[in-house]
């Protein structure tokens, strides 16, 4: 790419001669112009002023004769160097002004989000650390050093009052990616169940063996929130509630819409299962396809079986509620809740 740069002049203020107590002319005046230097024709810095002379509409040269006369005249006194002609400079000053507000706001943004995506989840947790059932595992993180903390899975025996009856469940098989699923961990309890000791921890405990604020650093709150859970001199974070022993269903984060229809896609890390009723809760579409449709179940490998929800008649950005129920092939029935616009949706079991 040519690099044009180089210096030019503007005018800045236009003096007859009888402004300069010079006897009049017809047709001439005196010009004060401001010498620039620019790149890519945008002015950067002065390079001072110049006089000259205007005659029949050409630019001439200011006789040595008038100079002295021209620079010390009160009329010209007030010329001033124009802002403008730092125009490059100030130009970028504000982009980089521009870009640090706006990085600014993407930011605060960003932080928004992420503190009503962590509310959003901490009242999750707390409503399912209030239902516990003997068929939940709560997961809670183990805090190592440094960053060396594992995760491990606490399976509800007993619940008798503030008492709970937990057995724990470390993972001691290879795990495919990065964190065990559902059905893995279901594996791991029934494969050394009869042979790990249960403890017992206090509800009490458990309530305070979470994140309560949000903090940017997650380290930071998990190194604030530790509590003694298991008695045993060490430091744990619940982190989650997780339903076993049935159809375990999650947000996938894929789908599509477009037009009169709605499709989105979940994972089902437990049993299979069909869907055996579909309730418009807050209308929007026409869900009833999904009546009978088969939910597979745990898939070993690296994703968990997914299926699609579908809906048709569909109006995009508005709001809709379902009630999805699953049957087991026990006839166990199980409740899903699902809300929200578009691809984006809570899912919360009933």
């Avoid at 604020?213 to 190194?223: F, G, H, M, N, V």
């Avoid at 530790?226 to 001199?233: I, P, Q």
């Amino acid at each position: 790419m040519r690099i044009v740069f180089g210096w030019n002049t503007f005018k800045i203020r236009s003096f007859s001669l009888n402004d300069l107590g010079i006897k009049e002319e017809p047709g001439i005046s005196i010009e004060a112009r401001q010498k620039y230097f620019h790149l890519f024709w945008i002015p950067f810095f002065s390079l001072g002023r110049k006089w000259a002379v205007r005659k029949g509409g050409q630019l001439y040269e200011l006789p040595q004769s008038l100079e002295t006369l021209v620079k010390t005249s009160s009329a010209t006194s007030a010329v001033k160097t124009p802002f403008y002609t730092y125009a490059g400079p100030l130009l970028i000053a504000a982009g980089v002004i521009f870009y640090q507000l706006n990085d600014s706001l993407s930011n605060y943004k960003d932080k928004q989000h992420a503190i009503q995506s962590f509310n959003t989840e901490k009242a999750e947790l707390e409503s399912k650390l209030q239902h516990l059932t003997t068929k939940d595992f709560i997961s809670v993180k183990r805090l190592g050093d440094g960053w060396n903390d594992t995760t491990i899975y606490l399976k509800i025996e007993d619940i008798k009052g503030d008492q709970l009856t937990v057995t724990p469940v470390e993972m001691t098989t290879p795990i495919q990616g990065s964190y065990a699923r559902a059905w893995e961990v279901e594996d791991e309890y029934n494969r050394y169940a009869t042979t790990s000791p249960s403890v017992k921890i206090s509800f009490k405990q458990l309530q305070n063996a979470y994140v309560k604020e949000y903090t940017s650093s997650d380290r930071e709150a998990l190194k604030t929130q530790g509590v003694n859970l298991l008695n045993d001199g060490r430091n744990y974070v619940a982190t989650d509630v997780v339903r076993h022993f049935g159809p375990i269903i999650s947000k996938r984060g894929t789908g599509g819409y477009g037009g009169p229809k709605l499709f989105i896609e979940l994972n089902n890390e437990g049993w299979p299962a069909t869907v055996s009723d579909i309730k418009e809760l807050t209308g929007n579409g026409d869900w009833s396809s999904n009546i009978n449709k088969e939910v597979p179940g745990r898939k070993l490998g690296l994703f968990s079986a997914a299926f699609t929800l579908s809906a048709i008649n569909y109006t995009e950005g508005k709001p809709y509620k379902l009630l999805l129920t699953l049957k087991d092939t026990t006839g166990q029935l199980y409740n899903y809740e699902m809300e929200g616009v578009n691809l984006e949706h809570t899912l919360k079991q009933l």
